[in-house]
């Protein structure tokens, strides 16, 4: 199984407004953290995130989170090399 491309080792912080986001998996699109087609020619695909109402979220930016789109601290024991 491929490995998800690391886009940043912290996650993204972002007011979002209600409605559907489709969050990268990837990690290689240029509008992170949300999916732009780069997964064309992986075995990813994006997830998606529907908000009912205006909210902060902590977006994954490692890729490797057991809690899929939001950060659960896994980049925190990542290693360097990765």
Avoid at 60 to 70: E, F, I, L, M, V
Wanted: proline letters at 9%; one cysteine or more.
């Amino acid at each position: 199984m491929e490995q998800p491309v690391i886009a940043q080792r912290s996650p993204y912080g972002l007011e979002l407004e209600p409605g559907d986001y489709f969050w990268c998996r990837c990690g290689q699109s240029a509008r992170q953290p949300f999916c732009d087609g780069s997964h064309k020619d992986t075995e990813f695909t994006p997830l998606k995130l529907s908000l009912s109402e205006a909210a902060k979220v902590w977006l994954c930016g490692c890729k490797r989170t057991a809690g899929a789109p939001y950060c659960d601290g896994t980049h925190n024991s990542l290693p360097e090399s990765e």
